[in-house]
């Protein structure tokens, strides 16, 4: 079974979203978002940040959207 909130492929998949679904997408989410944090702070790191401030924000209210309506 795929998680519809880790599904960015386009438009949120309202009709699939279960409540099971959500603790494991925050789980995936943060894990994810931790890496990458860890990975653009890392000495010698140089633009990537720019990449982690603009892609993380908008995956999370993407799988959120679901959620909170």
Do not use: C, Y
């Not at 979203?17 to 790191?45: F, R, Y």
Request: proline residues 10%; hydrophobic residues 40%.
């Amino acid at each position: 079974m795929t998680n519809p909130l880790l599904d960015f492929s386009g438009l949120p998949r309202f009709d699939q979203v279960q409540p099971e679904h959500i603790a494991p997408a925050i789980d995936q989410l943060l894990a994810e978002s931790e890496a990458a944090l860890k990975t653009v702070t890392a000495p010698g790191t140089g633009w990537e940040f720019l990449t982690f401030l603009t892609t993380r924000p908008r995956r999370t209210r993407t799988s959120a959207t679901p959620v909170t309506r």
